[in-house]
T-cell receptor, first 113, second 110 residues
Framework: GNSVTQMEGPVTLSEEAFLTINCTYTATGYPSLFWYVQYPGEGLQLLLKATKADDKGSNKGFEATYRKETTSFHLEKGSVQVSDSAVYFC????????????FGGGTRVLVKP | DGGITQSPKYLFRKEGQNVTLSCEQNLNHDAMYWYRQDPGQGLRLIYYSQIVNDFQKGDIAEGYSVSREKKESFPLTVTSAQKNPTAFYLCASNRENEQFFGPGTRLTVL
């Protein structure tokens, strides 16, 4: 079936550290891939996306590359800030599956000053 | 500004009561979704609607009901049959392959 697996948190980092959150997926075909971010008490915001193999999504210093060969979409940021503290969700989307997103379980990131 | 609004932000209800959560969008999107989020967990799909007057059950539809009489509105009713309704509820709409989320409603059953 279709699923998304991401590393469990919490991930605790110091400011300016390098952040990686692993995400892998299973899918019959080639879905579009997304990272969403959720700040405390809020809804989800789209952080970045990639719609085909080898695409790189980027936004606010975050990057993720669609790797078909490893079915992965790992999120990275070179130098995190306290304001990056949030929960990050990896997701994939199949139009053929009823226009539904399948989410990973979320990874809480805490950046300390 | 275009977007999705959910009201109220916080909602309290007594056990055994039905309650309706509002979701409105002015993005002219056909598809709309309801998700439930429990503390420290991901999102689970309750119901979705791809077009007016049509909706489908998601993964955890039991104890919930929806309607889609207008394109802009997709209210969710949490019925007394839902055994553990305390959660954060998120509404979303879809354009092509991207979903846009509302700010959420936190429901607490007392």
């Amino acid at each position: 079936g279709n699923s998304v697996t991401q590393m469990e948190g919490p991930v605790t980092l110091s400011e300016e550290a390098f952040l990686t959150i692993n995400c892998t997926y299973t899918a019959t075909g080639y879905p579009s891939l997304f990272w969403y971010v959720q700040y405390p008490g809020e809804g989800l915001q789209l952080l970045l996306k990639a719609t085909k193999a080898d695409d790189k999504g980027s936004n606010k210093g975050f990057e993720a590359t669609y790797r078909k060969e490893t079915t992965s979409f790992h999120l990275e940021k070179g130098s995190v800030q306290v304001s990056d503290s949030a929960v990050y969700f990896c997701a994939h989307y199949f139009k053929a599956a009823g226009n539904k997103l399948t989410f990973g379980g979320g990874t809480r990131v805490l950046v300390k000053p | 500004d275009g977007g999705i609004t959910q009201s109220p932000k916080y909602l309290f209800r007594k056990e055994g009561q039905n309650v309706t959560l509002s979701c409105e969008q002015n993005l002219n999107h056909d598809a709309m979704y309801w998700y439930r989020q429990d503390p420290g967990q991901g999102l689970r799909l309750i119901y979705y609607s791809q077009i007016v007057n049509d909706f489908q059950k998601g993964d955890i539809a039991e104890g919930y009901s929806v309607s889609r009489e207008k394109k802009e509105s997709f209210p969710l009713t949490v019925t007394s049959a839902q055994k553990n309704p305390t959660a954060f509820y998120l509404c979303a709409s879809n354009r092509e392959n991207e979903q846009f989320f509302g700010p959420g409603t936190r429901l607490t059953v007392l």
